[in-house]
């Protein structure tokens, strides 16, 4: 095998090829990741002020074992999943009022987040490189604070909307980055 100089040509080259599956294939893989979303909406870990949940850790370890395209597809099914009435969101919650209330817009930033952490993944912020996997994360989880508090912000103003839609959350942002960061490391150490 040459050499390859290139070391961020090398951790590219060995992103996940999800995307270079047959349909049947992917269709399998969005439905796994709707499921694996919807468990991480179960799962609620006790921090203060707030309870956090799994989900922005299911949708940045998605896009990035999926790449952008299939990652942010599999989200948006899990959205229709939820919307329709599947008890799939936050707690189980299910419905379409869900996309108009004050929390929508952390909703419509996953595909984005997933898309992003993805595209991230594919030119290298992978599993081959944990610290970049890591930033990546982090972006993500900042890419849906701000959306999710821009939409709050509506209702609420600016100022109460980063008080009650992000400050709570950067601890637990940051400590889901990096399981996702580590996880996706395991992930491709298992893949070798």
């Known amino acids: 095998m040459p050499h390859n100089p290139n070391p961020a040509s090398h951790a590219a080259s060995s992103a996940p090829r999800i995307r270079d599956w047959s349909l049947s294939w992917q269709i399998g893989a ?26 922005t850790f299911a949708v940045t370890l998605i896009g990035a074992v ?36 004050p929390t929508a817009g952390y909703l419509f930033a996953f595909p984005l987040v997933g898309a992003l952490t993805g595209w991230l993944a594919e030119r290298g912020w992978n599993g081959n490189r944990p610290w970049l996997a890591f930033v990546s994360m982090l972006l993500g989880n900042a890419l849906c604070l701000v959306l999710g508090a821009a939409w709050l912000s509506v209702a609420i ?3 109460q909307a980063i008080v009650h839609g992000v400050t709570p959350f950067l601890i637990g942002g940051a400590l889901k980055s ?3 960061a580590t996880t996706l490391k395991l992930m491709t150490r298992a893949q070798k």
Not at 37 to 51: G, H, K, N, T
Not at 75 to 90: D, K
């Open 157 to 159: 103003g600016i100022e």
């Open 30 to 55: 969005v439905a796994l990741g709707t499921v694996f979303l919807a468990l991480a909406s179960y799962i609620e870990v006790p921090m203060v002020p707030v309870p956090v949940t799994m989900q």
């Open 66 to 101: 999926y790449g952008w395209r299939l990652g942010a597809a599999t989200i948006v099914a899990w959205l229709v999943e939820g919307a329709i009435g599947l008890p799939v969101l936050s707690g189980g919650a299910a419905g379409a009022h869900h996309f108009v209330g």
């Open 178 to 180: 990096a399981l996702a």
